[in-house]
């Protein structure tokens, strides 16, 4: 090629990429619409109609930091609680572990286990909302069952509405424990640096053993309605094992200093797709393990392992792309502290071949798992000698400047970092949710659904389902922080051809 | 003379209309439904058939709020993109499609009632929505934008006529 054909030839090369890119940025992030949803899926067609491309698109939850400033940072509990109306519990109690670390206090063994007792169980009355009415329609009811039925309607016409009432039964009862020492829940009053605002009279102690009992009991029950409605169901399980719904990524989770699961402390630890250990860190190391990258497409950011460098949305064993929550929880434990939760655990990963497991909608196996954990520990914590005791807090005399807290949210690590002067005054706010550290697998699993379930450019029904099957198994918090009329995460799909028209549009509601 | 209507029995002690505001307080115009609610204690305050609570809870939450109430009136804000914001837009619980008219897996409002009524609570009779149209609810921040600042008065006038409307 001579030097003028070269520079024809790159220059149209230039422009060509430069008309590509273009075509990609013109993807427009709408005005999200309230009564149709939170976020979108926009797919990209190629010549042959497969999907080139997929993007899920949410709105962003703006000015945290700002907001956070100049205030002091005991209000920060209260703050972030109410930046979410779905996981107020979880960000009450990172916030607050913020705080010891911020005033460098350790809480007394009775505020810690009160904290504990509230947090394991909201841990299990979120979980069970997201079984059984968020993401429980998908296999209670089932992937192709009609969309009329594809509710928690249909939900209780299939495990009876006696089943149904105890749901709800249950629900309000560990709503009643968590406002007895929180106020509202939504607007928990709990935490403090050193401990807890209100200690559990002995005299109301036999009530909250009974719910202990009984959650117990509502767990493996939840677990035996698993087994007979979806584990006895190949459809399913063939589903949930599928390629379309499978990524080798690495994991992340909180583990104890025996490798198990922990919701409310420990350390950090990461595993790759073969289940090796790629490092173990402290909370307030997590600068130095987790950074984040931005795309020009999303607000979104996503977050991935820092020493092994951004290679973009890639699986294998390279992968610098890791998930949290229940399924990622259970891949970085080496078992769990409790007897049954453990049972649970080791049938887990005997049927699904091993850990780790990489199927996403193992997330809702997992998650049952999860609760029969949570359901344990508040029964151990509830017949804990500490747990009456008057002495909930342990008064900070440190000077505050900077604090680290992380917790396990029902959706998986919620990370919330302070600085602050002298005076504990905030400098600057951090948080990094549990949403935006299951981003990047987020994204891969939509676009990979879409990629398996569109050819030719026939777009199949039942697609619109399939394809929020893969992100609704994470249990994501879109809108981090709007209560939604009319609920929670509904999408919009919209299709566009290889000249980036639109050619069909799916929405549900 | 008509026979007695029978009635299904209600809880006593619950004001027959609750009017309910919806909304994060600290995410801008996300307010808008619980500062109307609150700007109605005034107007309202020798309704004893009318009770005012604003919830910053979604989903199965609103359950518990609604049972065993007779009539219901919403206030939320919504983001539509079609008209412009502060415009007030009135719906009623088929604007947001019960289970049968949607496949949602989400748990709307439409839903929670139809799911209150499987479960054998008891439901609201009437429900009105009056939501308002805004532009910024994902800023954090505690102060309405202008337009919709301006729509609070003309959308607490709303709630109020339909709540003493139906407290008669």
Same mark, same amino acid.
């Given at each position: 090629?001579?030097?003028?054909?070269?520079?024809?030839?790159?220059?149209?090369?230039?422009?060509?990429?430069?008309?590509?890119?273009?075509?990609?940025?013109?993807?427009? #992030? %709408?005005?999200?619409?309230?009564?149709?949803?939170?976020?979108?899926?926009?797919?990209?067609?190629?010549?042959?109609? %497969?999907?080139?491309?997929?993007?899920?698109?949410?709105?962003?939850?703006?000015?945290?930091?700002?907001?956070?400033?100049?205030?002091?940072?005991? %209000?920060?509990?209260?703050?972030? /609680?109410?930046?979410?109306?779905?996981?107020?519990?979880?960000?009450?109690?990172?916030?607050?572990?913020?705080?010891?670390?911020?005033?460098?206090?350790?809480?007394?063994?009775?505020?810690?286990?009160?904290?504990?007792?509230?947090?394991?169980?909201?841990?299990?009355?979120?979980?069970?909302?997201?079984?059984?009415?968020?993401?429980?329609?998908?296999? #209670?009811?089932?992937?192709?069952?009609?969309?009329?039925?594809?509710? #928690?309607?249909?939900?209780?016409?299939?495990?009876?509405?006696?089943?149904?009432?105890?749901?709800?039964?249950?629900?309000?009862?560990?709503?009643?424990?968590?406002?007895?020492?929180?106020?509202?829940?939504?607007?928990?009053?709990?935490?403090?640096?050193?401990?807890?605002?209100?200690?559990?009279?002995?005299?109301?102690?036999?009530?909250?053993?009974?719910?202990?009992?009984?959650?117990?009991?509502?767990?493996?029950?939840?677990?035996?309605?698993?087994?007979?409605?979806?584990?006895?169901?190949?459809?399913?399980?063939?589903?949930?094992?599928?390629?379309?719904?499978?990524?080798?990524? !690495?994991?992340?989770?909180?583990?104890?200093?025996?490798?198990?699961?922990?919701?409310?402390?420990?350390?950090?630890?990461?595993?790759?797709?073969?289940?090796?250990?790629? !490092?173990?860190?402290?909370?307030?190391?997590?600068?130095?393990?987790?950074?984040?990258?931005?795309?020009?497409?999303?607000?979104?950011?996503?977050?991935?392992?820092?020493?092994?460098?951004?290679?973009?949305?890639? +699986?294998?064993?390279?992968?610098?792309?890791? /998930?949290?929550?229940?399924?990622?929880?259970?891949?970085?434990?080496?078992?769990?502290?409790?007897?049954?939760?453990?049972?649970?655990?080791?049938?887990?990963?005997?049927?699904?071949?091993?850990?780790?497991?990489?199927?996403?909608?193992?997330?809702?196996?997992?998650?049952?798992?999860?609760?029969?954990?949570?359901?344990?520990?508040?029964?151990?914590?509830?017949? %804990?000698?500490?747990?009456?005791?008057?002495?909930?807090?342990?008064?900070?005399?440190?000077?505050?400047?900077?604090? #680290?807290?992380?917790?396990?949210?029902?959706?998986?690590?919620?990370?919330?970092?302070? +600085?602050?002067?002298?005076?504990?005054?905030?400098?600057?706010?951090?948080?990094?949710?549990?949403?935006?550290?299951?981003?990047?697998?987020?994204?891969? /699993?939509?676009?990979?659904?879409?990629?398996?379930?569109?050819?030719?450019?026939?777009?199949?029904?039942?697609?619109?389902?399939?394809?929020?099957?893969?992100?609704?198994?994470?249990?994501? !918090?879109?809108?981090?922080?709007?209560?939604?009329?009319?609920?929670?995460?509904?999408?919009?799909?919209?299709?566009?051809?290889?000249?980036?028209?639109?050619?069909?549009?799916?929405?549900?509601? | 003379?008509?026979?007695?209507?029978?009635?299904?029995?209600?809880?006593?002690?619950? =004001?027959?209309?609750?009017?309910?505001?919806?909304?994060?307080?600290?995410?801008?115009?996300? =307010?808008?439904?619980?500062?109307?609610?609150?700007?109605?204690?005034?107007?309202?305050?020798?309704?004893?058939?009318?009770?005012?609570?604003?919830?910053?809870?979604?989903?199965?939450?609103?359950?518990?709020?609604?049972?065993?109430?007779?009539?219901?009136?919403?206030?939320?804000?919504? @983001?539509?993109?079609?008209?412009?914001?502060?415009?007030?837009?009135?719906?009623?619980? =088929?604007?947001?499609?019960?289970?049968?008219?949607?496949?949602?897996?989400?748990?709307?409002?439409?839903?929670?009632?139809?799911?209150?009524?499987?479960?054998?609570?008891?439901?609201?009779?009437?429900?009105?929505?009056?939501?308002?149209?805004?532009?910024?609810?994902?800023?954090?921040?505690?102060?309405?934008?202008?337009?919709? @600042?301006?729509?609070?008065?003309?959308?607490?006038?709303?709630? =109020?006529?339909?709540?003493?409307?139906?407290?008669?």
């Amino acid at each position: 090629m001579d030097e003028a054909t070269q520079q024809a030839f790159n220059a149209g090369s230039l422009r060509a990429n430069a008309a590509y890119q273009s075509a990609k940025r013109n993807v427009t #992030i %709408d005005p999200i619409t309230r009564l149709e949803g939170h976020g979108k899926i926009d797919i990209y067609l190629d010549d042959k109609g %497969d999907v080139e491309r997929a993007y899920l698109q949410v709105p962003e939850l703006r000015g945290f930091e700002v907001f956070c400033r100049g205030r002091p940072a005991e %209000d920060m509990p209260q703050i972030t /609680s109410r930046i979410c109306g779905v996981c107020p519990t979880a960000h009450h109690m990172a916030a607050t572990k913020t705080l010891d670390a911020l005033y460098q206090v350790e809480p007394t063994p009775a505020g810690r286990k009160i904290r504990e007792l509230v947090y394991h169980t909201f841990m299990l009355e979120d979980h069970a909302l997201h079984v059984f009415v968020l993401g429980g329609p998908d296999f #209670i009811v089932g992937p192709e069952a009609p969309p009329e039925l594809r509710n #928690i309607v249909g939900v209780i016409q299939k495990v009876g509405l006696d089943a149904g009432k105890r749901v709800i039964g249950m629900r309000r009862q560990l709503r009643e424990l968590i406002a007895y020492f929180g106020g509202k829940v939504v607007h928990p009053v709990l935490g403090l640096p050193g401990g807890v605002s209100k200690s559990l009279k002995p005299a109301d102690l036999p009530r909250f053993q009974a719910l202990a009992r009984e959650g117990i009991e509502f767990a493996r029950w939840t677990l035996e309605i698993f087994h007979s409605v979806v584990l006895a169901n190949p459809d399913y399980v063939k589903l949930i094992t599928s390629d379309a719904f499978t990524h080798r990524t !690495c994991y992340l989770g909180m583990v104890d200093a025996d490798n198990r699961l922990n919701f409310y402390d420990g350390q950090l630890r990461v595993v790759d797709c073969d289940g090796r250990e790629v !490092c173990r860190f402290a909370p307030h190391q997590y600068r130095d393990y987790i950074a984040e990258h931005v795309e020009p497409w999303s607000y979104m950011k996503f977050t991935f392992l820092k020493q092994r460098g951004w290679h973009g949305f890639v +699986e294998g064993p390279e992968t610098s792309i890791y /998930s949290v929550a229940p399924l990622a929880r259970l891949n970085v434990a080496d078992g769990m502290a409790t007897p049954r939760a453990q049972a649970a655990y080791e049938e887990y990963f005997q049927v699904l071949g091993g850990r780790p497991v990489h199927h996403t909608l193992a997330n809702h196996w997992a998650r049952v798992v999860e609760m029969v954990y949570a359901a344990e520990r508040i029964d151990q914590l509830v017949n %804990d000698p500490d747990i009456t005791n008057p002495e909930v807090r342990r008064i900070p005399t440190a000077v505050p400047a900077q604090g #680290i807290g992380v917790v396990e949210a029902p959706r998986g690590t919620l990370f919330h970092h302070y +600085e602050t002067d002298e005076r504990g005054v905030i400098r600057m706010a951090n948080l990094i949710v549990a949403t935006g550290n299951n981003a990047a697998r987020i994204a891969m /699993s939509v676009e990979k659904a879409a990629k398996n379930l569109i050819k030719g450019g026939e777009v199949r029904e039942g697609l619109l389902n399939k394809v929020e099957m893969a992100f609704r198994a994470y249990d994501p !918090c879109l809108g981090c922080a709007t209560h939604a009329l009319p609920g929670h995460t509904p999408l919009k799909v919209r299709i566009f051809d290889r000249e980036r028209r639109l050619v069909r549009e799916l929405s549900q509601g | 003379m008509n026979a007695p209507v029978v009635d299904v029995p209600r809880d006593r002690a619950k =004001a027959p209309v609750l009017v309910l505001g919806l909304g994060n307080d600290i995410l801008t115009d996300d =307010a808008v439904g619980l500062r109307v609610v609150e700007s109605l204690h005034a107007t309202l305050a020798g309704e004893g058939a009318i009770e005012l609570r604003t919830t910053t809870e979604m989903g199965l939450a609103l359950l518990d709020e609604v049972a065993g109430r007779e009539n219901l009136v919403l206030v939320d804000a919504v @983001q539509t993109g079609r008209v412009p914001a502060g415009s007030i837009l009135e719906l009623d619980a =088929a604007d947001l499609g019960g289970p049968l008219a949607t496949g949602p897996h989400f748990l709307g409002v439409g839903e929670t009632l139809a799911l209150g009524e499987l479960l054998g609570l008891e439901m609201p009779r009437r429900v009105g929505i009056v939501a308002v149209e805004v532009a910024d609810p994902y800023t954090l921040g505690t102060d309405l934008t202008p337009a919709v @600042q301006a729509a609070l008065g003309p959308a607490a006038e709303r709630v =109020a006529a339909i709540a003493t409307g139906w407290a008669r």
